[in-house]
């Protein structure tokens, strides 16, 4: 084993070498002729002349060896679902579904747009995408019908794959009225709608657009389809994420950028060997659920685990059950879930079999110290490793990578910057470097962006440079709008967003899009949203709105009705996931002199911390309402 130091070193001073390397990791048709094209920064080309496919090595490039071991294990807490598919199982399942998807004329790069619950149907149609070129779009199934109209909206899709229902808690929610509705709502239609049918929520097909995935899957039992070789730079997929603006970004991704990745990462970072067992229990909704509960595992030839359902449904050992049961060497979720399970009984931990596990990795939001301290003593010690990255870099930026050498985590830091990526501090004003010890920065990345980073926003080259590499001052590199230190060892800790992006338990939204859904409201004449420090989910919505007819509101119970409407309609429009905890109703807002919302004061005094300088603000007393409504 090398040292970590050199291997990072070499992978930015000798990069196009350091990857020609990783690229062996993959089944290439057509070699690349050239590692790296970054002659028209910040646009990086990966791979450029190299043919191959996603679901070729996901699936296909593994029957050779292990044609009859476990591929995917989908487990449903909330059917009582448990079905495991070999390799075999799945590329069969994948070519039906590729098939239905040909039929309905989809060709290499036609859009796809996916908007299901946890379930394999998922996977396969994720697979049959990229196994035929075609560019997939998956869309949180917790987003409700304006979410899923703006995306409908931008990726254009041919077709879209959705199911009847999803399930929480034994719970069904019903999606179909969701997509009919965001149908509706969006420009766009698709032609067709392949509907896969659990039998949990009864719909009336729209004849002509809807087919009914059983009925085409029986026609297809015995399909054949070859993959489809694409050009490396292919798009794979887009991925949309929240930003400042209403409109959500999609994050293209490439094909052969993206699988060089995940193969280096299986070993590198995760350890994940061939044959062995890796369990997400993140959503195929989210980045972490593209790249470790779908490509990256498969990519290793290990078995992954496509979990829905709660972790502490039927009770707080569900997770530890399974991985006992599947023998999981690599587990990966997210902060807010352990802080959901330390609400359980700790005996829940050691109730089982846990001897397969080599270590928890946890992303997605910032791991507090008692929370990683709980779940490393509760798991005997086993490694708990918190890594940072964001739906546009589809693998993590700071890591420590035991593969590569072992290193210890230290609490409150999720590593040091992985190989591939030239971290940079810099100082927001001035744009220089910041090299010393515990100075806070803006955490940048000189580009090129390392293999499986977003090639541009879907549709908007414009955007992509305009709000990712143009927001340091003087400077071309990419800003990953998080403020951070690094320590005398090279460890990072993030400090926070710079920007109006919060994080409600490790999902990312946009206060822009969940203020715009709020004003839509009738008798909403302004509001500002933050995101409010909370002990579970990391953070929260908060919503404070100037109400167009104040006159009933000094009632408590018409304030209750107002805050109980506006929490309806971001519901219906975006999902529950985007909704405040809170809608106070203030008459005015504190802003500077110039109109500029002061949204860190607002923040400041909703978390009980001081507000800090207020000497551009407007009307200090519209400050203090903020506070005596907190109190209140
Ligand atoms: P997303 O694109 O949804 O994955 O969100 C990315 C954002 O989540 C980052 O820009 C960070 O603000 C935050 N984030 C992700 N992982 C971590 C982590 N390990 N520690 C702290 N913040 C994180």
């Known amino acids: 084993m090398g040292s970590f130091a050199d291997f990072h070193a070499r992978s930015i001073n000798d990069r196009d070498a350091f990857w020609a390397e990783q690229a062996k990791l993959v089944d290439w048709k057509v070699q690349p002729q050239q590692i790296c094209d970054y002659s028209n920064p910040p646009f990086a080309k990966w791979f450029v002349g190299g043919e191959t496919n996603l679901c070729h090595n996901a699936v296909d490039r593994h029957l050779a060896e292990r044609a009859d071991q476990p591929a995917l294990i989908f487990v449903s807490t909330e059917t009582d679902t448990e079905k495991t598919y070999s390799y075999r199982e799945l590329h069969a399942e994948v070519q039906r579904m590729a098939a239905i998807l040909q039929d309905l004329g989809v060709v290499k790069g036609d859009r796809v747009l996916i908007y299901m619950p946890m379930i394999a149907e998922a996977a396969f149609a994720m697979l049959a995408c990229v196994r035929l070129g075609a560019i997939h779009s998956v869309v949180f199934g917790g987003f409700a019908s304006h979410s899923l109209a703006s995306r409908i909206e931008d990726a254009s899709p041919k077709v879209i794959i959705s199911a009847d229902a999803g399930s929480r808690s034994g719970k069904v929610v019903a999606y179909k009225p969701l997509l009919d509705e965001a149908i509706q709502l969006s420009a766009h239609k698709p032609a067709n709608v392949i509907m896969v049918d659990r ?25 054949v389809v070859p993959c489809v070789w694409v050009e490396s730079t292919h798009p794979s997929y887009t991925l949309y994420t929240s930003g400042t603006t209403g409109k959500p970004k999609g994050v ?21 060997k061939p044959g062995g067992t890796f369990f ?66 700790p005996a829940l931990l050691t109730k089982y079999d846990l001897s397969s596990l080599q270590a928890l990795f946890l992303a997605g939001e910032p791991l507090d110290e008692p929370t990683a301290k709980w779940i490393s003593e509760g798991l ?105 230190v690094r320590d005398e060892d090279g460890y990072f800790f993030i400090l926070g967003r710079t920007d109006d992006v919060i994080n409600v338990a490790g999902h990312r939204l946009g206060t822009r899009e969940i203020e715009e859904s709020i004003s839509s409201h009738p008798n909403i004449a302004e509001v500002a949203v933050v995101g409010v420090a909370d002990q579970l989910k990391g953070q929260v919505a908060m919503a404070f709105a100037i109400a167009k007819d104040a006159s009933g509101l000094g009632d408590a119970t018409a304030r209750l009705k107002l805050e109980g409407e506006v929490m309806k309609v971001v519901d219906k429009q975006l999902g529950a996931v985007a909704r405040p905890s809170r809608v106070f109703f203030v008459s005015a807002l504190p802003k500077t002199r110039s109109g500029k919302l002061l949204r860190r004061a607002i923040q400041a005094v909703a978390e009980g911390r001081e507000p800090g300088d207020l000497t551009t603000m407007d009307d200090p007393a519209a400050l203090q309402q903020i506070v005596d409504q907190i109190k209140g």
């Open 199 to 223: 039998q949990l929520a009864p719909f009336t097909p729209v004849a002509g657009r809807d087919m009914d995935y059983a009925t085409e899957r029986a026609q297809h039992m015995d399909a």
């Open 280 to 345: 997400c229990t993140s959503d195929i909704g989210w980045v972490v659920g593209h790249s470790y509960i779908i490509y990256g595992p498969l990519i290793g030839g290990m078995a992954t685990i496509l979990y829905e359902g709660l972790p502490i449904r039927p009770d707080g050992g569900i997770w530890w059950s399974l991985v006992e049961k599947y023998k999981v060497n690599v587990m990966f979720s997210a902060p807010t879930a352990i802080r959901v399970l330390k609400k359980q009984d």
């Open 252 to 272: 293209q991704r490439d094909t052969g950028g993206y699988t060089v990745a995940l193969a280096a990462s299986m070993p590198n970072i995760f350890e994940g």
């Open 380 to 484: 005997n010690g086993k490694a708990i490793i918190d890594n940072y990255w964001q739906t546009e870099t589809g693998w993590p930026i700071l890591s420590i990578c035991n593969g590569v050498e072992k290193a210890p985590s230290k609490f409150g830091s999720p590593g040091k910057a992985i190989y591939g990526y030239n971290v940079k501090l810099v100082d927001d004003q001035t744009g220089d470097e910041l090299t010393g010890a515990h100075q806070k920065g803006v955490l940048t990345i000189e580009g090129p962006l390392p293999p499986g980073n977003l090639q541009t926003i879907w549709g908007d080259d414009e955007r992509f440079v305009k709000t990712y590499w143009k927001t340091v001052p003087n400077k071309l590199v990419y800003n990953t709008f998080d403020w951070a």
